[in-house]
């Protein structure tokens, strides 16, 4: 197959590149680097079968060729980024995927677009199953983020059921792994980061909220299970295990070995309580479910950090 997936240098995007060549498929790649980083594709530069195209999906966006499948993953993802750039998160989100599926409408290709547990907001039903509609603050500061992506749900099927378009839409939960920035404010690097340098991890809250949390390798094999062989039905990828904050930052705590202490800081606005997938869905049609536990991937991903940062003081 010939893919276009978009935002391929950021943190997903460039592992579903290399998921896609492992394959034996042919990859090109499209980012403005916003926020996704060159170094995340530079070791692609000698693969034939990829290449790269410097673009901004809002813009109009044309492809020489044939397409078998575009995977819209521009935007960016963090609270750090989305509440820095509000106004280009809601336009990736509207704008970027109505440009990305008029793509796949003219080459007749498949069209799979990144949504996100976000769209359940501050969930009244635990755990998250694909059929609930969510509970969303729809003028809160984390909405730029949210409605861009419910928005971007409902025009993917609107795309669907007008147009015909073979789609998929899949909701991440909380993804983890080598290729996070270490400032970009998600809690698994914010934690690393900090008991790394030495620095007190900062809890929002009391650190009870629970969170899922999905190793990158075994998320990115849901997201191409999910793009060869699903439906045009939302489905829900993450790790049904659930951690609290708190949980979470002991286990980096032991991961790195570090002697930092936890500080408490307010809890932002919307931030939800709870965050857990029902998988039921991915199991049944896809076969997936997570295989890397919470530890062994923290341990992994600290291993990534630590090399990151010794090189970048040598």
Same mark, same amino acid.
């Given at each position: ?128 199953? !694909? ?87 075994? !998320? ?21 295990? !659930? ?59 600290? !291993? ?11």
């Amino acid at each position: 197959m010939r893919v276009l997936i978009t935002g391929a240098a950021g943190f997903l995007g460039s592992h579903l590149c290399d998921k896609f060549l492992a394959q034996g498929h042919e990859v090109i790649g499209l980012d403005n680097f916003l926020t996704g980083r060159p170094d995340n594709v530079d070791h692609l530069s000698g693969n034939k079968a990829f290449s790269f195209v410097k673009h901004d999906i809002c813009e109009p966006t044309k492809i020489d060729g044939t397409l078998d499948g575009v995977l819209h993953f521009a935007s960016p993802a963090s609270p750090i980024d989305y509440l820095k750039l509000p106004i280009e998160t809601l336009k990736v989100g509207s704008i970027g995927t109505m440009n990305a599926l008029d793509l796949a409408r003219d080459k007749k290709a498949r069209f799979f677009i990144a949504s996100t547990s976000e769209i359940y907001g501050v969930p009244l039903m635990h755990p998250q199953q !694909e059929g609930y509609w969510g509970n969303v603050n729809p003028i809160g500061p984390r909405a730029v983020y949210d409605e861009a992506k419910r928005f971007s749900e409902a025009t993917t099927m609107a795309y669907n059921r007008t147009f015909g378009v073979d789609t998929r839409i899949v909701r991440i939960f909380n993804t983890y792994g080598p290729r996070m920035r270490p400032q970009d404010g998600r809690v698994v690097s914010n934690f690393i980061v900090q008991a790394l340098s030495g620095q007190p991890l900062t809890i929002y809250g009391d650190g009870s909220q629970t969170r899922s949390f999905c190793y990158v390798a075994d !998320e990115v094999e849901g997201l191409y299970r999910l793009f060869m062989r699903g439906d045009a039905q939302p489905m829900n990828i993450g790790n049904p295990d !659930e951690y609290t904050v708190k949980e979470l930052a002991e286990i980096v705590i032991a991961a790195t070995g570090s002697s930092s202490p936890i500080v408490y800081e307010p809890l932002p606005t919307d931030d939800p309580k709870v965050r857990r997938p029902d998988i039921t869905r991915a199991k049944a049609m896809l076969g997936w479910e997570p295989n890397v536990p919470v530890r062994e991937g923290v341990a992994k991903t600290v !291993e990534y950090f630590r090399a990151l940062m010794q090189s970048s003081t040598a």
